[in-house]
């Protein structure tokens, strides 16, 4: 399995539902990545998680609320949303670093995200 | 932290030309270079990378290169066809953490 997925596809959300987005992959990889997209911008990085441990929180306002259960899995719960925060949200994952050597990162399809 | 700068912002060319993307970036440490192109409503697609120990590298039609010492790389397409109609990335990651800095981006559209 070659493929990072991502659920739902879609979401609609009022600014006090609570929703989750969910993250998959069977690559073996052991960093993680969520990221927010505007439309024709490039992707904007939020939270890094490396051997299932937060590494990097962007400065993300808590009503972001990242959670990786195990090795392959990755949320996003989203809570009191504004309609700014409408966006694409894209997971990645990538091998971590090892000694100086970067690896590839590969991206999910995205959830586009739509708060009213 | 990593500074990344992507030119030109839009690009248009005709059917069977050469287009040349370039980025430029500020932090010594970055040594790992991707390019990603984006399709209209789809997810960003690795197409080529080169680390920082290599000059230049060819995929068939698609080539980059890179200058350490001026810090700046380059995407090059040759016999450009429409399906090359993208938005391309430019991303830098250094070998201090597994971040990735992205540039701002190239909407290109090839003319048939």
């Known amino acids: 399995d070659t493929e990072v997925t991502q659920t739902p596809k879609h979401l609609v959300m009022g600014m006090t539902n609570k929703k989750s987005l969910k993250c998959e992959q069977h690559m073996g990889h052991r960093a993680m990545y969520w990221y927010k997209q505007k439309a024709k911008k490039p992707p904007e990085l939020m939270f890094v998680y490396s051997y299932e441990k937060l590494s990097i929180n962007e400065s993300v306002p808590s009503r972001f609320s990242p959670e990786c259960p195990n090795s392959s899995l990755l949320n996003l719960h989203l809570h009191a949303l504004q309609p700014e925060d409408s966006a694409l949200y894209l997971c990645?994952?990538?091998?971590?670093?090892?000694?100086?050597?970067?690896?590839?990162?590969?991206f999910g399809p995205g959830t586009r995200l739509t708060v009213l | 932290g990593e500074n990344v700068e992507q030119h030109p912002s839009t690009l248009s060319v005709q059917e069977g030309d050469s287009a040349v993307i370039k980025c430029t970036y500020s932090?010594?440490?970055?040594?790992?270079f991707p390019w990603y192109k984006q399709e209209l409503g789809k997810r960003p697609q690795l197409i080529i990378d080169?680390?920082?120990?290599?000059g230049e590298k060819k995929d068939q039609r698609i080539a980059v290169t890179l200058n350490k010492t001026a810090k700046h790389f380059s995407l090059h397409i040759t016999e450009t066809q429409p399906e090359d109609s993208a938005v391309y990335f430019c991303?830098?990651?250094?070998?201090?953490?597994?971040?990735?800095?992205f540039g701002t981006g190239t909407s290109l559209t090839v003319i048939p």
């Open positions: 991303a830098a990651s250094p070998n201090t953490g597994n971040q990735f800095y």
């Open positions: 080169i680390r920082s120990n290599v």
């Open positions: 990645a994952s990538s091998s971590p670093r090892v000694g100086r050597i970067n690896n590839e990162q590969f």
């Open positions: 932090d010594s440490a970055s040594n790992y």
